[in-house]
Each structure stands twice: as C-alpha cells, then as structure tokens.
C-alpha cells in the first residue's frame, strides 16, 4: 500500500469513528444528513460509511432511514468493561458517594491523548443531572478535564487542549489560552477544578485527580456534578473531603486492575 492511499485510509477511519461518535449521543438514531452536518463529511461519504457498518453490524437503519448503534457495540463494551472490572469494583464506591452526595459522582480516566467518563453513579434527587458516560472530556472546560490538564506540564497540556479545541460551548467557556493557562495554575496550586456552567447552563461541577499509589501520573479524576441552584459556588468545597477520599479508593483499585491486566 502506498503511503498516499494508507494516509486516506487512516482519514477515513477517522471520519468512520466520528460517525460511531456522533451516533453514541443520538437516543432517536440521527438521519445521513444530520450524521454528515454533525462531522462535516458529505452526504455521500457519509452514506456509504454508515452503508459498511450496517453491512457489518455495527449500526442498525430503520424504515424512516434513520440509524442507530447496533447491540453489537452495547456487548463489546460492555464485554471490555467486565474484562477491566471497572464496573464491578469500582461500582460500588461510586454508589457511596452518590448515595452520600445526592448527586451525580462519575469517574474519568485518561487514555493516550484522550480522557473518557468510564462509570458513573446516580444520587437520589427527583430532578436528576444527565449522565455523559462514554462521552470524551473536554478538557478545557470539564472540571476533569482541567484536573488532567493541570497535572502535566505546561506545554503539553495546552498542546493537547488546542488538539482538542478551546471549543465555545457556554457564554462562561474558557477560550483565551492565557486564561486557560493561568486557570490550570490555580488547579494545580489549589489540587481540584471547577466547571461553573462552562459545558452546560445551570450545571456545577467539581472534580479532583486520581493518582494510582507509588505512580506520579494522573490515571483519571472524578467528579461531582449538580445543578447549580442545588450546588451554589460556594457550598462545592464541601464537597471536596467526600471527592478526595473517593479518589484515594478508586486510585487503589486501578491499581489492582492495572496489576491484574499485567499479570495475564
């Protein structure tokens, strides 16, 4: 294969993968034009993708020529997940806090150039926060995102932040790389982050690192998200003995599962 056509075929895998992205947050399905608008790929383009992944399995197209994740990815997640055992051990922690928080706790671990929210526990109020779990972070504006960010070097995390895109997703978004980077300053000096409607109107969030015993790295953070009239600015510290001793329990169990992962 030349260099030429590996380079397309990397493109379009990219592309293929936005696709699959884009279809993880759709709970209706979403049609070829929507899909194509959403990841900038034509109509076309986008047609004949979604047309292999159908052949494959991996999306399903009803009668209104809609499409949707197959059960195929459910399984392989979900197959993955068991195989890590995130959910099983880390489940329980997560509940806990929920339960004690009354809101949404979720965990985001880092991968590669990428950071994802992995699991997550619901806490017991009627007007409930929509989870994100599966979702990539942003990380200029996730309170966890910012965590990860703050905990390496300067240069490589605004690297990794303008690879992502400094995004304008709220009037409150961070979108100036020099107030970006005076704010990982103030997270790093002060060991958590906020997210003061950044992502979503009306939302908090606080979040803080998770780092596995005896490794310098940050494998991922957790965080606690309320609506805002329920968790005003001031009242988030509170929350932060609760996230920290979290965080110290889950660093222990990815440790766990990073030892067992090695030992196969």
Known sequence: MTELKASA????????????EALSFTKHGASVT??????????SASSRMLATLHQEG?????????????????ALGARYAD???????????L??????????????????????????????????????????????????GKVWLAYMPTADALKI???????????HTITDVARLQRELEHVRAQGFATNLEEVDEGLYSIAVPIVVPNRSEIVGAVALTAP?????????????????????????????????RDEK
């Open 228 to 260: 805002a009239y329920r968790l005003p600015k001031k009242q988030l510290k509170d929350r932060l003995p609760l996230l920290r001793n979290v965080a110290e329990q889950l660093g222990e169990i990815l440790m766990q599962i990073s030892v067992s």
């Open 83 to 93: 195989q890590l055992g995130i959910e099983e051990l880390c489940g329980p922690v």
């Open 95 to 144: 509940k806990r806090a929920a339960e004690d928080a009354g809101e949404l706790v979720q965990l985001a671990l880092v991968e590669g150039r990428e950071m994802r929210y992995v699991a997550r526990a619901e806490g017991n109020n009627r007007v409930r926060v929509v989870s994100i779990l599966g979702k990539r972070v942003i990380p200029h504006a996730f309170a966890a």
């Open 9 to 20: 075929r990397v493109a379009n895998i990219e592309k293929m993968m936005e696709l699959l």
């Open 58 to 74: 991996y999306v399903t197209k009803d009668q209104a020529g809609r499409y949707r994740l197959s059960l195929r990815f459910l």
């Open 34 to 43: 929507d899909l194509a608008r959403q990841t900038d790929l034509t109509a």
């Open 161 to 171: 932040a303008l690879e992502h895109g400094l995004t304008q997703l709220t009037q």
